[in-house]
C-alpha cells in the first residue's frame, strides 16, 4: 500500500537557518505529493503540491522538487522565520483529489 | 475560494451525550467529504469518505454505530460522535473534496476540538 515516511522532530532552528524535511515514499504509479502546514489549533493548510515527476512545488520561500528515482519529496527553506513553527505533514494521493496518506508530521520551532 | 468551515470549534461534554460536527464547503461543491481524527503530536487518521447522498465509507478500526457521517448536501456533511466517552477526545477535522479540474484536490476545515468530561 502507500505510505509517507518523515523525519522525526521537532526540528529546532534558529531565525534565518536553512530548513530541510525529509520526505519519502512508497506508492504504486505516479502519486501526487503535497506538503501541508498545521498551526496551533487549526487545521491544516495546504503549502506545496507537486503532481508529477522533477516538478517543483513552491509557496511562502518553501520548495520541494518530486523526485521519483529516489521516491522523495523534501521540503526546504532558505531562512526560516519565527512564523514558520509550525507541524509540517508530507502526504500523497494516488491520483490529485483523491485519498490523501500523510506522513507522520514533522515539528517545527524556530527561535528568535 | 475553496473555503471549507466546521462548527463547533471546540466542544466540551459530559459523558455519555451525542456531539454533532458540521462541516460546510462555503463557496463550492463537495462532492467526497473527509473526517479524520489527529490525537496530540499525531498525524492525520482517516475515520471515513462520504460522497453526497450515499452512505459513508469507514476505514478499519472506525465504528460507524459510534460515528455517524450524513453528507445530506453537496455543502454539508455532518459527524456525530453518539454516546460519547472520554476516549472520544480528540481533533476532528474535515476535508472537502469538489468537481472539475479546479478544485480536484482536498480542502480542510478549522478542525473541531472535542473534549468528554
Known amino acids: 500500500g502507500n505510505s509517507v515516511t518523515q523525519m522525526e522532530g521537532p526540528v529546532t532552528l534558529s531565525e534565518e537557518a536553512f530548513l530541510t524535511i525529509n520526505c519519502t515514499y512508497t506508492?504504486?504509479?505516479?502519486?501526487?505529493l503535497f506538503w501541508y502546514v498545521q498551526y496551533p489549533g487549526e487545521g491544516l493548510q495546504l503549502l506545496l503540491k507537486?503532481?508529477?515527476?522533477?516538478d517543483k512545488g513552491s509557496n511562502k520561500g518553501f520548495e520541494a522538487t518530486y523526485r521519483k528515482e529516489t521516491t522523495s519529496f523534501h521540503l526546504e527553506k532558505g531562512s526560516v522565520q519565527v512564523s514558520d513553527s509550525a507541524v509540517y505533514f508530507c502526504?500523497?494521493?494516488?491520483?490529485?483529489?483523491?485519498?490523501?496518506?500523510f506522513g507522520g508530521g514533522t515539528r517545527l520551532m524556530v527561535k528568535p | 475560494g475553496a473555503v471549507v468551515s466546521q462548527h463547533p470549534s471546540w466542544v466540551i461534554c459530559k459523558s455519555g451525550t451525542s456531539v454533532k460536527i458540521e462541516c460546510r464547503s462555503l463557496?463550492?461543491?463537495?462532492?467526497?467529504m473527509f473526517w479524520y481524527r489527529q490525537f496530540p503530536k499525531q498525524s492525520l487518521m482517516l475515520m471515513a469518505t462520504?460522497?453526497?447522498?450515499?452512505?459513508?465509507?469507514?476505514e478499519q478500526g472506525v465504528e460507524k454505530d459510534k460515528f455517524l457521517i450524513n453528507h445530506a448536501s453537496l455543502t454539508l456533511s455532518t459527524l456525530t460522535v453518539t454516546s460519547a466517552h472520554p476516549e472520544d477526545s480528540s481533533f476532528y477535522i474535515c476535508?472537502?473534496?469538489?468537481?472539475?479540474?479546479?478544485?480536484?484536490?482536498?480542502?480542510f476545515g478549522p478542525g473541531t476540538r472535542l473534549t468528554v468530561l
Open positions: 476535508s472537502a473534496r469538489g468537481s472539475g479540474s479546479s478544485y480536484n484536490e482536498q480542502f
Open positions: 506508492a504504486t504509479g505516479y502519486p501526487s
Open positions: 507537486a503532481t508529477k515527476a522533477d
Open positions: 502526504a500523497l494521493s494516488p491520483s490529485a483529489g483523491n485519498m490523501l496518506t
Open positions: 463557496d463550492f461543491q463537495a462532492t467526497t
Open positions: 462520504s460522497n453526497e447522498g450515499s452512505k459513508a465509507t469507514y
